[in-house]
């Protein structure tokens, strides 16, 4: 499975776009990009995910560059509730394996 | 909007006593994983469940750890001896088959 890189912490201004990028170098054609993200003391919850094209849902936007080696995830308004640690992860499309790093620790400050 | 369940929430043991944590996947799922977090990293895949059946136990420690997932709905985990080590909180998720994992909300075990 391809390694991911992020950077281990960012902040951001509520109501500010939250732009947090991966960096995934070695991802192979069929392998998904895949965001979760954990606030304290809970379980990681899903995200968002892109194998090729950008997408969008309620949550965020996830925006995957041409070459497949970097992406990012954009949450468009944060809030408070948004401060969690976010992991990129890639995801082979043949097997259900997750391979969580550290992530980027996202601080949403008033 | 189905969730993965997982009790107890919280677990305080003495080392050397057994432990056991329960998970009920989301309906229909036929995939169940257990994972192990150690405060300030990322979970690990503990033991991958496909039905009733292992399909990836490769980072199980088989001397102290087990899991079973009999009618290929809910499952357990159980440790036993508990060692200072294993304090961590262990993390239940399901999936359909190749397709997205969903956690629960995880129980937290100290072993004191």
């Known amino acids: 499975d391809a390694k991911t890189t992020q950077p281990t912490s960012m902040d951001c201004a509520e109501g500010r776009a939250a732009n947090l990028p991966c960096n995934h170098s070695?991802?192979?054609?069929?392998?998904?990009v895949y965001w979760y993200r954990q606030i304290h003391s809970q379980g990681p919850q899903y995200i968002i995910h892109?194998?090729?094209n950008n997408e969008t849902n309620e949550m965020a936007s996830l925006i995957i560059t041409e070459d497949r080696k970097s992406s990012t995830l954009i949450l468009p308004h944060a809030t408070l509730r948004d401060t969690a640690v976010y992991y990129c992860?890639?995801?082979?499309?043949?097997?259900?394996?997750?391979?969580f790093g550290t992530g980027t620790r996202l601080q949403v400050f008033p | 909007e189905a969730e993965v369940a997982q009790s107890p929430r919280y677990k305080i043991t003495e080392k050397s006593q057994a432990v056991a944590f329960w998970c009920d996947p989301i309906?229909?799922?036929?995939?169940l994983y257990w994972y192990r977090q150690i405060l300030g990293q990322g979970p690990e895949l503990l033991v991958q469940f496909q039905d009733e059946s292992v399909v990836d136990d490769s980072q199980l420690p088989k001397d102290r750890f087990s899991a079973e997932r009999l009618k290929g709905v809910d499952s357990t985990l159980k440790i036993q001896p508990a060692e200072l080590g294993d304090s961590a909180m262990y993390l239940c998720a399901s999936s359909p088959v190749r397709d997205t994992q969903y956690f629960g909300p995880g129980t937290r075990l100290t072993v004191l």
């Open positions: 992860i890639v995801r082979n499309v043949g097997t259900d394996k997750l391979i």
């Open positions: 070695t991802i192979s054609g069929n392998e998904y």
């Open positions: 892109g194998l090729k």
């Open positions: 309906s229909g799922h036929a995939t």
